[in-house]
Antibody
């Protein structure tokens, strides 16, 4: 069974930094791309970032470029999101999602339960 | 980059069929067969319901189906049930950076 468990969410002051983690199990982690998706309280889903199976390709939403860094450690079956220069509008539940991508197919297949980041003074 | 456009809310009675729309552009929804739909119940993680515009993951009821016309993708639920009451989000690959985009979500109310 695929399991994705996020951690690292905290209350942090504006301008601060935080690293989120996602522990994966139940599948061959280094075969899959991974995503971060966030959801502000009472709002919709918002795509944050993507990393391919070996970390060679990454992509970010415009608001995340230059502030967030996605990475992974395949030896630890773990995904990370380093966030800096945090703003109140970054307050959200952050989900990690397992991405499936084949030759003609690509989607977010499984999701964790999320970790809450609150940016407030 | 704007989100995909979804109606804020729809409602229907048990047993009815209901369709959600998701409008993008010829650069994303209209250009790639990579539209997916996610169901989210309150306080729960999103769940994949449809991928690649029309495909249904194993375990998802065949009451859920997807389609596309031009730059608008659609999710149809037939035989509406109370348990279908949730938020529904579409998502599309864009082929550029940022490479993925969600719609704003549609809240389904089962009357």
């Amino acid at each position: 069974e695929v399991q994705l468990v996020e951690s690292g969410g905290l209350v942090v002051q504006p301008g601060g930094s935080l690293r989120l983690s996602c522990a994966a199990s139940g599948f061959k982690f280094d075969d899959y791309a991974m995503h971060w998706v966030r959801q502000a309280p009472g709002k919709g889903l918002e795509w944050v970032s993507l990393i391919d199976w070996n970390g060679g390709t990454t992509d970010y939403a415009d608001y995340a470029k230059g502030r967030f860094t996605i990475s992974r450690d395949n030896s630890k079956n773990s995904l990370y999101l380093q966030m800096s220069s945090l703003r109140p509008e970054d307050t959200a539940l952050y989900y990690c999602a397992k991405g499936y991508c084949g030759s003609t197919s690509c989607f977010m297949e499984n999701w964790g339960q999320g970790t809450l980041v609150t940016v407030s003074s | 980059q704007s989100a995909l456009t979804q109606p804020a809310s729809v409602s229907g009675s048990p047993g009815q069929s209901i369709t959600f729309s998701c409008t993008g552009t010829t650069s994303d929804v209209g250009n790639y067969n990579l539209v997916s739909w996610y169901q989210q119940h309150p306080g729960k993680a999103p769940k994949l319901m449809i991928y690649d515009v029309t495909k249904r993951p194993s375990g998802v009821s065949n009451r859920f189906s997807g389609s596309r016309s031009g730059s608008t993708a659609s999710l149809t639920i037939s035989g509406l049930q109370a348990e279908d009451e949730a938020d529904y989000y579409c998502c599309s690959y864009t082929g550029r950076t940022p490479s993925w985009m969600f719609g704003g979500g549609t809240k389904l109310t089962v009357l």
